[in-house]
């Protein structure tokens, strides 16, 4: 059975596309069959985290309008076994984009795929719809500013009753912030009113990797590397422990 989930978050700049690219890599690395799906369209850069930007040369929406098939516009990664990316268009298409030609592509997707993870624009609007259409799951990312996690709550608000499983992940998580802020990762739970699948701690790896577009669980086995496997494996249902931060 093959899961779809959509990582959002409604603000910007939360971490969506790190997260997307370092759980995708763990997921592939623990031997299942992973296709991300980049729906920022415009925005796009998931192919520069992880180092496939010569390669996407097809979009998604090549896909949805019958131009290419799956087959072709999703690119292997040459160091991941089992980990495609399908990239999305550097220009907003001409017509608009069809949820039921979205669904379509992702049923196809589910025969190929163990798991497809689609990394959202931010804010709410069509291209937000667009990757939650067809998701099984959702997990929105926040990190502990309130901006940031009003914004999960809205966001959340959007989902419920469309999307079965949402939960909440806290990125760029800095322990002895947190203390002089007198809050804690229950706190962000609450704000967001979700279940935690995990946290990430602040990082400088992160952004070092994507600007070598080298994906993490490559290159680092520590910090938010250790939380994106955790996290991987949270996904495959796997009990794994809260990661300790110090
Ligand atoms: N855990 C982390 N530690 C340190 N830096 C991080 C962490 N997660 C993300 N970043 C950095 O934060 C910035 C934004 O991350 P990213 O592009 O993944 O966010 P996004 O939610 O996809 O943004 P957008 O809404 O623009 O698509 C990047 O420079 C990234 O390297
Ligand atoms: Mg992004």
Redesign the pocket.
Known sequence: MSTAIVIT?G??????????GGVASCLAALGHRVLCIDM?IG?R?LDL?LGLSDRALMDFTDVLSGRCTLERAAVPHPEIQGLFLLTAPVNLPGTPLDEAAMKALLRQAREQYDYILM?S??GLGEGFRLACCGADRAVV?STTDASALRDAQRTVAVLRGRIPRIHLVV??VQPKLLRRLHTTIDDAMDTAGLPLLGI?????Q??LC?NQGTPLILRASRG?AI?YLNIARRLLGQRVPLMKLH
């Open positions: 978050s603000k910007g700049g939360t971490g969506k596309t790190s997260l997307t920022d925005l850069n985290t990394d624009p931010a990312v990125n760029r990430v701690p602040e990082d400088p992160v952004l994507a938010a939380a």
